[in-house]
């Protein structure tokens, strides 16, 4: 349903400029900050818990791989939890968006911190993946030999987790975009 708004331009003209609901919007808005709890959720935790001992001629000397043995998988433990977090924190908002669907003033905030929780997260799980790679493959020019040949459990923790992180990074791309166009409804054009 559309609602139409009657504009007065002077004395002469009378324009109905229509103005569309947002109330989908708000709704898919909701839904994908649900999806991108859990990826985010799902990325933290699996890396948080990925590890895996690898026993070396005798039981007394083993070879232990954790997630915190790396700085970057710190990283993005650390930022998929306040990523996680903020998508908690704004899902009030987002219900708020539903039942108001003119608010204009909160829509703008929700876009500019959701562009900066994407840059986040984009930077922490860029991180994380470059770690990975060298894990997978190594590199021959600085003699790192690939380790996932060892340590394939560890290898495939790490690789899954970073699946749900690059998931959450394209929810909130469709996150801004949703805003984006909450926020283009509100504007009354007038074409003549």
């Not at 331009?9 to 989908?24: I, M």
């Amino acid at each position: 349903m559309t609602k139409s708004v009657r504009l007065e331009e002077g004395d002469a003209s009378k324009v109905l400029v229509p103005v569309g609901s947002n109330k989908g919007v708000s709704v898919m808005d909701l839904v994908l900050r649900l999806v991108g709890i859990a990826g985010t959720l799902g990325a933290a935790i699996a890396m948080g818990t990925n590890e895996q001992t690898l026993p070396f001629f005798t039981r007394f000397v083993v070879f232990n791989a954790e997630y915190d043995d790396f700085r970057s998988f710190r990283l993005f433990v650390i930022v998929n939890a306040i990523v996680c977090a903020y998508f908690v924190l704004t899902l009030p908002l987002s219900i708020v968006h539903i039942m108001r669907s003119a608010a204009r003033g909160s829509r703008i905030l929700l876009i500019i911190m959701d562009t900066v929780m994407l840059a986040l997260l984009t930077a922490g799980a860029s991180a994380a993946a470059s770690i990975v790679y060298l894990a997978h493959n190594g590199n021959t020019s600085t003699n790192w030999l690939p380790v996932c040949q060892q340590y394939g459990d560890f290898c495939q923790g790490a690789s899954g987790s970073l699946i749900g992180s690059f998931g959450a990074v394209v929810v909130f791309i469709l996150i801004i975009l949703l805003g984006a166009i909450a926020l283009s409804r509100h504007a009354k054009r007038v074409v003549l």
